[in-house]
């Protein structure tokens, strides 16, 4: 009777267990963990010839699996594929400018943001685009899985043309060959590819738009979540916030005075 009844409790706890994950284990009961960076961004997030990965995101990475106790190895990921190597169980997380969105949200949890920064247009030297309504006609460049150039379509109802590339390397090519007329998305992305490419690309400091950067992670891990955002805190108030951005976009012109910690979305 008394194995019977263990045996019972058992089978109970283990259902219980797999109710509260989805069947998924949370970053905090591994000791090694796999993290996605983009291996196309210049400052950000990028793939050396070497084969490992540098920049701000990168960095950012490092700091929290350290914060977590946890053995990182990374992965490159690419726009289109962040949520997915998160629900296919290929990352464990992901900082690759995942800005956070309510449609995302469906999908992956967001720790963060880690980082809040706004949308703006990169263009050609010769070219004096100002601000986001002066897209109106233009065509610009749309990489897949990125909503930056469709939020100046739909949020700021300008009536700009959409041209899809599969990445912002290809982006630059089209923008200097003037297949396109300018590219828009994260300050910070554009000021990498500016600085890295060293043709007179230029900001428009156009600064619209909001971009809220979270860590992606796996909707069942709010446990992990929650880890995260503490080791966010951590990171902005031992200043090491302030010294990778300062690191890694010093010289591009960003306004990087003021450093605050930014109101997190909450692990539910």
């Known amino acids: 009777m008394k ?5 019972v409790l058992a089978l109970f706890a283990t259902v219980v267990a797999g109710c509260g994950t989805d069947g998924q284990e949370s970053v905090l009961d591994k000791d090694k963990i796999v993290i996605a960076v ?10 050396r010839p070497d084969g490992g990965f540098e920049g701000f995101d990168v960095d950012v990475a490092a700091y929290i699996a350290r914060k977590l106790h946890k053995q990182a190895s990374y992965i490159p990921v690419l726009a289109a594929d962040r949520a997915k190597v ?31 920064s706004y949308q703006d247009i990169l263009q050609r030297p010769d070219e004096t685009i100002k ?15 990125s909503n930056a150039a469709q939020r100046v379509v739909e949020e700021r109802e300008v009536p700009a043309q959409l041209v899809p590339f ?68 951590d990171m902005y108030q031992d200043g090491t916030t302030a010294r990778l951005l300062h690191r890694w976009f010093g010289k591009s012109g960003l306004d990087l005075s003021t450093v605050a910690v930014p109101q997190f979305e909450g692990c539910s």
Do not use: W
């Not at 194995?3 to 045996?7: C, D, G, P, Q, S």
């Not at 629900?87 to 943001?113: C, H, N, Y």
């Not at 900001?203 to 080791?231: H, I, K, P, W, Y």
């Open 131 to 145: 601000n986001v309504r002066e897209l109106k006609g233009r065509k610009i460049c749309a990489v897949k899985g």
């Open 38 to 47: 983009r291996p196309d961004l210049p400052s950000v997030g990028f793939r």
């Open 3 to 7: 194995r019977a009844l263990a045996a």
């Open 166 to 233: 599969d990445d912002y390397k290809a982006c630059l090519t089209a923008l200097k060959s003037k297949q396109v007329d300018a590219v828009t998305t994260n300050d910070v992305i554009l000021a990498g590819l500016a600085n890295q490419d060293g043709t007179g690309l230029k900001l428009a400091n156009a600064q619209f738009n909001e971009q809220r950067t979270g860590v992606g992670m796996r909707r069942s891990d709010v446990a992990g979540c929650e880890a995260v955002n503490r080791a966010i805190t």
């Open 86 to 116: 998160l629900t296919d169980g290929k990352a464990d997380l992901v900082l690759a400018t995942f800005t956070i969105d309510q449609e995302r949200k469906k999908d992956v949890l967001f720790a963060g943001p880690y980082h809040v």
